[in-house]
């Protein structure tokens, strides 16, 4: 499994009813009931009731050959962006509980360094 840290990410909602991109999250957010056309709906939460559209670039780094270059600096890391779209099932209250993938090339696990890790 590949591990690589997250350097940044920038995201955009789309409604997923209509797939056309949005302003809000209000815009881009349809209730489970009315969304008639959802090709995962076989797969959803029985708790989901709202379903939002994310479109993310996410940017990582990547291994790079070793240098004895001195001093280091960040220019000489790698940087690879990549594109997701997916959705998010939130409950009632609005907690997201899952969503689905729009493509099969997606990341495995994403974490964060747990509470004391850079103490």
Do not use: C
Request: proline content about 8%; cysteine-free; overall charge neutral.
């Amino acid at each position: 499994v590949w591990n690589h840290p997250a350097l940044g990410y920038k995201y955009k909602y789309f409604n997923p009813q209509t797939m056309r991109y949005v302003s809000t999250l209000q815009e881009a957010t349809v209730s489970r009931n009315g969304f008639i056309s959802d090709r995962f709906a076989r797969y959803r939460s029985p708790s989901a009731v709202y379903i939002t559209g994310i479109a993310m670039q996410l940017i990582y780094l990547v291994e790079t050959a070793p240098t004895h270059k001195t001093p280091d600096h960040p220019n000489y890391d790698r940087r690879v962006a990549v594109d997701y779209v997916y959705d998010l099932e939130m409950d009632a209250s609005g907690k997201i509980i899952g969503g689905e993938w729009y493509q099969n090339r997606h990341p495995d696990f994403a974490w964060t360094p747990g509470p004391g890790a850079y103490a």
